[in-house]
């Protein structure tokens, strides 16, 4: 069974880091591209990035380009999102998500999700 | 960045209702549809990828066509569990985006 377990989350002041994981097993982590999306409270969802299975190929949503940087370890089986400089407005549940395909040239789609971990910006 | 517009952003139905969902990209995104379901506090289940394709255990009431610019999503007869926030998505360029979402109530 596939399975996505992402942490890390939590209530950050503005300005501040977090460091985000996703755990993935029942699956070939390793042939797999994979992706974070974000839901801001009470929206819709937004892209965020997206990376290769040997990272060599990686892709930000534009609006994010400079704060965000997406890692995966593959000895690992582990996906992970850096976050700097967060501002109000990055507050929302960040899933980490599966691209059935070992190959992207841009986000695809997503056939497996994790269950999300929160994210605060607040003062 | 490709914009995408569902419509309508809300929809009543009832039980056993044929339903169908638009999505417009605001230019030609060959077929490089994706729809979701979501219900609420959970994550997205895909559905349709490709505009036509059925994901494998997604039951055949759902049924997505289109190509270019102008997508739907139909669901034959709407069931008890079908009634979710749906979402296209285009993976035709870098920007990945989603529509806007539409809701499905109880009518």
């Known amino acids: 069974e596939v399975q996505l377990v992402e942490s890390g989350g939590g209530l950050v002041k503005p300005g501040g880091s977090l460091r985000l994981s996703c755990a993935a097993s029942g699956f070939s982590f390793s042939s797999s591209c994979m992706n974070w999306v974000r839901q801001a409270p009470g929206k819709g969802l937004e892209w965020v990035s997206s990376i290769s299975t040997t990272s060599n190929y990686i892709y930000y949503a534009n609006s994010l380009k400079g704060r965000f940087t997406i890692s995966r370890d593959n000895a690992k089986n582990s996906l992970y999102l850096q976050v700097n400089s967060l501002r109000a407005e990055d507050t929302a549940v960040y899933y980490c998500?599966?691209?059935?395909?070992?190959?992207?040239?841009?986000?695809?789609?997503?056939?497996?999700w994790g269950q999300g971990t929160q994210v605060t910006v607040s003062s | 960045d490709i914009q995408m517009t569902q419509s309508p952003s809300t929809l009543s139905a009832s039980v056993g209702d044929r339903v169908t969902i638009t999505c417009r990209a605001s230019?030609?995104?060959?077929?490089?549809l994706a729809w979701y379901q979501q219900k609420p506090g959970k994550a997205p289940k895909l559905l349709i990828y490709k505009a036509s394709s059925l994901e494998t255990g997604v039951p055949s009431r759902f049924s997505g066509s289109g190509s270019g610019t102008e997508f739907t999503l139909t669901i034959s007869s709407l069931q008890p569990d079908d009634f979710a926030t749906y979402y296209c998505q285009q993976y035709n360029s870098y920007s990945g985006t989603f529509g806007q979402g539409t809701k499905v109530e109880i009518k």
């Open positions: 230019q030609s995104i060959s077929s490089w």
């Open positions: 998500a599966r691209t059935p395909t070992d190959y992207i040239s841009g986000p695809y789609y997503f056939d497996y």
